[in-house]
Each structure stands twice: as C-alpha cells, then as structure tokens.
C-alpha cells in the first residue's frame, strides 16, 4: 500500500500509479490535494487504466486525506473504492470524526450502495490481507461482530481540511451499538446484551 502524494518531479500519472502492480493498493484515493477528478469533471484516465491493470484504490479517511468534491463524482461515474478505511490518529478523530462507522456513513452518503460499503470495509480488506476468515462469519471462523445501527434523522458529515472541513448533509448514520470479540461481548452500547435492573438480586443484608 502507498500514499501516492505527487509533486512537481514526481506525476501521479507516469512516476507513481505505472509502479504499482497488480493487487497493489493506493490509499488515499479521495484526496482534494492529489485530485482524482480532472478540470473537466470525470475521473482521470490514469487512475481508470491503473484500476484496470489490477491496482485497487483505498479511502484513508483522515484530517486531510479525504474530499466529498472528489469523492462524489468518483463514485457517481462508477470509481467505487476497493476498500474503506479511516487515517485514524488525534486530529483526524477530533476534526473530521475518522472513525470507521462514520467513514461508512460518508461513502453512503456520496452514494456507494449500502452492499458496496459494507463489502469495502470487512471482507475485501480481509482478503487483501490473506485472512479472509476475519472479515465473514463462517464456519470455525471467530465470532468477530461489529452491531451497527443505520439510524435516520438529520446529520452533518465532515471532509478534509484542505477543503476547509467541508460538511455533507445526510439522513443516515451508522451508530455502533455493540462489539463481539471471539463470540464475547466486550462492548455494548445500550446494554442490549444485560439484564434488565428490575432483576437485580438483593443485597446481603447481613452485613452491617
């Protein structure tokens, strides 16, 4: 996996995306500072010939290394990304919330279909890391589950800040509401997984 920043002596077209071979992955596919949408609108002819030659395209979503401006038009041309993943570190969770339930709920907003954005964030990067029994639950698999609620109401999501921490407004968010770790509940939310208070035992009154 690379970052493909460019600069003047260093293309993306000719000195970073011909590099790359088959299964290799560009992160970061959505950067406003390393444009994947050309001055005419469309996606670039190089990113479109890299992805046929076997290159996959990955998000990174980060403090500055996502943009809706590029984001969207890609995908509405049919440039989805092979996987969703977040730059997640200080800044990038306390400006632009890059946590991986909200990076999803930016790729639905934009208009990746709900299969699509769940496919690029388990199985896909499972299998480009030759485990694919981390990103299913299967049979001997472990139970590994990340509950997520799609919930609706009126919500602002947040890009880049080389766009100025641009907001997209949406009427659904993924809320994570629960974690099972090998079949363990570790997290939960709303405490779907207890009983309820009414149940609890009395004390020992014995004691004084």
Known sequence: MVDQNALGTRTTDRLLLEKLRPGDIAT???AWNKPIIGDDGRVKTHFREARERGVQFDIGSGNNSSSFA???PAVEQG???DTISTDTRRKSLLSTFATMPETM???LAIGMPLAS?????TITPARQLSHPELGSLSVGADADIAVLE???GRFGLTDGGWT???VMHTDRRFVPQMTVREGV???DLNGRSHEDWTNTPPPDNRLP
Do not use: D, Q
Request: net charge positive; with cysteine.
């Open 117 to 121: 954005v769940i496919e690029a964030s």
């Open 79 to 81: 440039f989805l990304p």
């Open 164 to 166: 100025g921490f641009r």
């Open 185 to 187: 509940v570790v997290w």
């Open 70 to 72: 590029m984001a969207k």
């Open 150 to 152: 799609l919930t609706e």
């Open 105 to 107: 709920s930016k790729m």
């Open 28 to 30: 970061h596919c959505f």
